[in-house]
């Protein structure tokens, strides 16, 4: 029998043809308006704005920098450095110094709670301070030779801070920008180039410069660290002094990591950094003085540290030394080890300064050590 319900016709789905497909990507538009409006025109200008508001900035910024000049580079003196310019000051002390300092004490910042009137009690002689933040032996050469020129006859002889890597070659260039260095420096001294037109348009200097000006809107533009005319620091300043850590353990922890994660084996020594330093050793004997150089002292657990792993750069600078003494007279007192002074570990600033309970111990340890050089 057959059905009377109709039977449907399935529709079959309508499919694009390829042509269809062709037309319709080639309707739509994949042009940018940017193109369609201006060929390409607009791109050249866009660019041009780009570069043209990346210089504007690079201008502002080296300018701002150049201005306040954070690190002594240019010269302006508009505003204070970033950096203590302790070396104006300790110039400035010399020239007026009454009577010639009979013991010198030269270095870096870790040479400077030395103070002249203990070392005087140990040994007699008047003296005066002579170190300054981050100094290279170009500092002291210049030092040495400031005090000579306003005491050309008298005797003195010299407490010479040096690190394990003795010296470098280096000029600071708030120290060649002082005109009375200039004349011991001679063509050595640092000018402004252009390689430091990069510092001026990087971060740090920014970050510097905006530091220094933000101190001088609060009214503290000038540095709160204040000198003696011995060039000792004052009592009150040694808290403000940047190497006094929060934490001493914190700094001590940082500075052991990083110990722990470089190398130890030192690079071959390059004769040429001692330029400065062989200069100043030279002048010292032919004036009679006979200097005695310490080894600045190392916090203790990096030093027992150091000393396990062989310290090789301890082994290279005494081999330096035991060559140089084959032309130059000096006393060589090796103050790593504060054990060997009865130093303490809790009296250290931070990892790499004693304070001057400490200094005062090393100085014991010193004048006891230096076959008659400062008696």
């Avoid at 353990?249 to 940082?254: G, I």
């Amino acid at each position: 029998m057959d059905s009377i319900i109709p039977t449907a016709t399935a529709e079959k789905p309508e499919t694009a043809t390829p042509d269809a497909v062709a037309e319709e990507r080639l309707d739509r538009n994949l042009t940018p308006a940017i193109a369609e409006a201006g060929e390409g025109s607009a791109y050249l200008r866009y660019a041009i704005a780009a570069v043209v508001t990346l210089a504007v900035a690079l201008v502002a910024v080296f300018t701002f920098n150049a201005v306040v000049d954070p690190f002594s580079l240019i010269g302006t003196k508009l505003l204070p450095p970033a950096l203590e310019n302790d070396r104006t000051i300790k110039l400035d002390l010399i020239d007026k110094l009454k009577q010639n300092p009979q013991v010198v004490v030269l270095g870096s910042s870790r040479s400077r709670q030395a103070e002249p009137a203990y070392i005087q009690r140990l040994t007699g002689k008047t003296g005066f301070n002579a170190g300054v933040t981050g100094g290279s032996a170009a500092d002291s050469w210049v030092m040495v030779r400031e005090i000579a020129s306003r005491f050309p006859n008298a005797k003195r002889t010299y407490i010479w801070f040096v690190n394990i890597g003795i010296a470098t070659k280096g000029v600071n260039p708030q120290l060649s920008e002082d005109r009375r260095s200039a004349r011991f420096l001679g063509n050595a001294g640092v000018r402004f180039s252009l390689a430091d037109v990069g510092t001026y348009l990087g971060f740090q200097a920014t970050k510097s410069s905006y530091r220094v000006v933000k101190a001088c809107i609060e009214g503290r533009c000038h540095g709160r660290l204040r000198y003696n005319p011995d060039g000792s620091l004052t009592a009150a300043s040694l808290r403000y002094l940047p190497e006094h850590a929060k934490s001493l353990r914190r700094s001590v922890a940082q500075a052991y990591a990083e110990v722990r994660s470089t190398t130890l084996r030192p690079r071959p020594f390059d004769p040429q950094r001692l330029y400065w330093f062989t200069k100043a050793l030279a002048y010292m004997n032919a004036h009679g003085a006979t200097p005695v150089i310490v080894l600045n002292p190392i916090y203790p657990k990096i030093y027992r540290y150091l000393e396990a792993h062989g310290y090789p750069r301890k082994k290279q600078s005494l081999g330096v030394f035991r060559r140089l003494h084959k032309q130059y007279r000096f006393v060589l007192v090796d103050a790593q080890d504060i054990r060997k002074w009865h130093g303490k570990a809790s009296d250290f600033s931070n990892a790499t300064h004693v304070n001057r309970q400490n200094m005062r111990r090393m100085l014991r340890y010193i004048v006891a050590h230096s076959d008659g050089a400062l008696r």
